[in-house]
């Protein structure tokens, strides 16, 4: 996959940690430069200082409504268009719903649905000016599966699958493709909710994958020939039971 991306220009919501540090790893490796998004300014700060000139950060909190707004501004402040979209910011609440915070719930909802959705909006217009993109949504095999101990974040990733189908309808025609990778439990930032217990029970049974795991599954839908669109991936953990 060396140099496969060589020219072309990516953003990555969440690029600091987890998925999406590990994709601008693998995006960058293949040639390209990567916006990284995030709120943390510390953790891209220390990646772009090992990744080099390739990594350019972008400091955005995407739950503040005007910085979410300045998306597509901050980018192109940093480079001169863009190729490639990675909405892969997104965050966890499992557990039964009487229990969940009311709070929590907005906010999840927030970043893993209007977040996305207001992201694509505000990007998809420059794509469509250029003719060409690429466009990849951060899915879950919860949103191929209603499961019974995650409730709130299960709906929301049902929620993208159906937006993605849709906008890769309505922009076909416009020469850019839309497709998902849905992971299964992914060792990352979004597990710390989980009892620890159960952590420690999905790492001794071999029921995780590692963020690499899913920036090779993005990697592979990014590298198509542009008459190819992958519409979704799921990734799982061999011994994982759903």
């Given at each position: 996959m060396a140099y496969e991306l060589k020219g072309k220009v990516g953003a990555i919501t969440g690029g600091a940690s987890g998925i999406g540090l590990a994709t601008t790893e693998a995006m960058i490796a293949a040639g390209a430069t990567v916006v990284m998004v995030d709120r943390d300014e510390a953790?891209?700060?220390?990646?772009c200082e090992r990744l080099g000139p390739a990594a350019i950060p972008l400091?955005?909190?995407?739950l503040d409504p005007a910085e979410c707004a300045s998306l597509l501004d901050g980018i192109l402040?940093?480079?001169?268009?863009?190729?490639i979209f990675y909405a892969n910011a997104g965050t966890y609440i499992g557990g039964d719903l009487?229990?969940?915070?009311?709070?929590?719930?907005?906010?999840?909802?927030?970043?893993?649905i209007n977040v996305v959705i207001k992201n694509v909006r505000t990007i998809v217009p420059h794509m469509i000016e250029r003719k060409t993109g690429d466009i990849i949504v951060t899915g879950s095999i919860a949103g191929?599966?209603?499961v019974p101990w995650e409730p709130v974040?299960?709906?929301?990733?049902?929620?993208?699958?159906?937006?993605?189908?849709?906008?890769r309808r309505q922009l076909i025609k416009h020469g850019i493709r839309v497709g998902s990778v849905s992971p299964g439990p992914?060792?990352?930032a979004l597990l710390k909710d989980w009892p620890e217990e159960n952590l420690r029970k999905a790492k001794e049974n071999g029921s995780l994958i590692e963020p690499t795991e899913v920036s090779?599954?993005?990697?592979?839908i990014l590298t198509r020939p542009r008459n190819v669109t992958i519409r979704d991936i799921i990734v799982l953990p061999t011994n994982f039971d759903m």
């Open positions: 953790a891209m700060r220390v990646a400091v955005i909190d995407l402040s940093k480079v001169d268009h863009l190729d009487v229990e969940a915070d009311l709070d929590g719930i907005d906010r999840m909802l927030n970043l893993n191929h599966y209603p974040y299960s709906s929301s990733k049902w929620a993208m699958r159906d937006f993605v189908q849709i906008m992914v060792i990352s090779d599954a993005v990697m592979y």
